[in-house]
């Protein structure tokens, strides 16, 4: 195994979700972590799952535990040293050594015979993630963390297409982070931020496309535009601190019901991941979108203008959309009548 090509291969699916095949991968595709299309492999909803319980290196060094002959030696070191100390006086040991890793139990029972088996290899590893030896509460924590991904059923990856309204369909993995470098080529599968390049050259068209939350900003802020032309106020993005609103900061999204009374909902980026949640888009890492950093990046490039104590598309901008950047318009129709929907459904339940 290159151990350096594992790690940089597992950094790689932790952002952009989807990376070329390698055989240093094939362990983690029989603990459905990962799922081969082809030549390419993408993460499951397995992995999506557990990135919500540990943090990110963490969660790479659990995902290293999981290679078989690692963990073999893992639980022999750990089965050792808890007869050790049950022989020393703690009788009690041993047992609280199997209760702490019920889904490694039986496993540990047919290894408690074998012999440690420490190759290079495995020394490699070692370093990496407990950066020498291994003691036996780092091991047992590392098992314990282990145990947080839970088995799942995956889900069918279906080509990402070429315009936002077959890239926004159910079912489809989309990275949660705007400040992520972009992709010279867009992926296969999953949704992450990419050099975007239109036929036209459009350099609006390009930076909002370029990333999965500025399109989605630009979307929303084009259904509140919708609202005020019918007359009404549907749904207001502002500043949790109005007294700068141009300063990077938490955005608050206010929901107007269907009688006009104005409620906080939440932060935007709350809002955006139960969004998604609903429709069925699978964020990772699973948390919350950085959709507030895309709205301050259109800010800076004044696509986005503070007025009337909300957040707005520049009219010059929103005009350009409706007049010559179809792919925002006519070829976002069905994501953005996704969103309105959403909307509508809190404005009838508040």
């Known amino acids: 195994m290159d151990t350096k090509q594992l790690i940089k291969s597992l950094n790689h699916l932790y952002d952009y979700g989807e990376t070329p095949y390698s055989s240093e991968l094939a362990y983690l595709s029989a603990s459905y972590f990962i799922i081969a299309n082809d030549d390419i492999v993408t993460i499951t909803k397995k992995w999506i799952t557990f990135t919500n319980k540990l943090k990110r290196k963490d969660f790479i060094s659990a995902l290293l535990c999981y290679y078989p002959p690692l963990l073999q030696n893992l639980l ?63 091991i047992l924590t590392k098992l314990k963390e282990m145990q947080k991904a839970i088995p799942i059923d995956d889900i069918k990856n279906t080509p990402l297409g070429k315009t936002p309204d077959s890239m926004w369909t159910a079912n489809r993995k989309i990275s949660s982070k705007e400040i992520l470098t972009p992709l010279n080529k867009i992926n296969i599968y999953t949704l992450t931020p990419y050099n975007h390049v239109t036929s036209k050259g459009e350099k609006e068209d390009a930076f909002i496309l370029s990333s999965p939350w500025r399109l989605f900003m630009t979307q929303l802020l084009l259904v509140s535009s919708e609202y005020r032309a019918e007359g009404f106020t549907g749904i207001s993005i502002r500043p949790s601190s109005p007294t700068d ?106």
């Open 245 to 350: 609103p141009y300063l990077s900061q938490e955005l608050n999204l206010f929901i107007f019901n269907t009688s006009g009374k104005e409620i906080l909902l939440s932060s935007i980026d709350q809002f955006a991941y139960e969004f998604c949640g609903q429709s069925k888009f699978y964020l990772f890492p699973d948390q919350p979108p950085e959709v507030s950093k895309a709205l301050f990046s259109m800010l800076d490039k004044n696509l986005i203008e503070y007025r009337d104590n909300e957040y707005r598309l520049m009219p010059d901008f929103e005009g350009l959309i409706y007049l010559e950047l179809r792919t925002l318009k006519n070829q976002s129709g069905k994501f953005r009548k996704l969103i309105k929907a959403y909307v509508e459904s809190l404005r009838e339940s508040l």
């Open 76 to 138: 022999i070191r750990a089965y050792q040293e808890a007869l050790r100390i049950g022989k020393s006086g703690d009788s009690n040991s041993l047992f609280e050594f199997i209760n702490a890793i019920p889904n490694f139990a039986s496993q540990t029972q047919t290894l408690k015979n074998e012999q440690l088996n420490e190759t290079s290899e495995i020394k490699k590893l070692y370093q990496e993630i407990f950066k020498g030896l291994p003691q036996y509460l780092a």
